[in-house]
């Protein structure tokens, strides 16, 4: 069956570090693959989308990986700042939008 | 332009009743999800609308239906509800773009307890 597997455990960072956020995926063979936060009581918001025809995307200090031969996209976060803290999530799509169970992201002052 | 709206935001239920969840979005999307969210299981798929007057099995459909009322709605029911079925349910929208797509835009939310 189609899986999608994010870092369960919480990453923990200091503040001005990059976070690296890990999505891996099995018997599945997606168009695009789509990144999202998610705060505390809220529905998620889309940051980043990429194809998989393409190997990396950034907005401002957000990057994107997707390597469809490893199965894998890597989600960076440059100079990191507190406000960022927040569960992350990765989706597949392929007709349907199906996501990972998020990794959820602290940034410490 | 209030984007996607879910109904109602907060709901208890005692096992045994039903309830529909109501969602309603004003971009004009063809495409219509219905999420459920549980700790550390992230957004599980329940229902999903590639567009108006069809609808498609998710990860975790059973104990729920949907009707994809028209382009703009797409509601979730529980017949039975039952404690396993306590939850925060998502709705959301996207164009449907075969292979190329378009960011998801999700509701509130709506914080179901069934006791």
């Known amino acids: 069956s189609q899986k999608i597997e994010q870092n369960s455990e919480a990453l923990n960072i200091q503040e001005g570090k990059t976070a690296t956020l890990t999505c891996n995926y099995t018997?599945?063979?997606?168009?695009?693959l789509q990144w999202y936060r998610q705060d505390p009581g809220r529905g998620p918001v889309f940051l980043l989308l990429i194809r998989e025809n393409e190997k990396e995307k950034r907005k401002e200090r957000l990057k994107v990986t997707f390597d469809t031969t490893l199965k894998q996209s890597l989600f960076h976060i440059t100079a990191s700042q507190p406000a960022d803290s927040a569960t992350y999530l990765c989706?597949?799509?392929?007709?349907?939008?199906?996501f990972g169970q998020g990794t959820e992201l602290s940034v410490k002052p | 332009n209030a984007g996607v709206t879910q109904t109602p935001k907060f709901q208890v239920l005692k096992t045994g009743q039903s309830m529909t969840l109501q969602c309603a979005q004003d971009?004009?999307?063809?495409?219509m999800y219905w999420y459920r969210q549980d700790p550390g299981m992230g957004l599980r798929l329940i229902y999903y609308?590639?567009?108006?007057?069809?609808?498609d099995k998710g990860e975790v459909p059973n104990g729920y239906n949907v009707s994809r009322l028209n382009k703009r709605e797409f509601s979730l029911r529980l017949e039975s509800a039952a404690p396993s079925q306590t939850s925060v349910y998502f709705c959301a929208s996207s164009e449907y773009g075969g292979r190329g797509g378009t960011e998801a835009f999700f509701g509130q939310g709506t914080r179901l307890t069934v006791v």
């Open positions: 609308s590639a567009s108006e007057g069809t609808t």
């Open positions: 018997n599945y063979s997606p168009a695009y």
């Open positions: 989706a597949l799509r392929r007709g349907k939008l199906i």
């Open positions: 971009m004009n999307h063809n495409s």
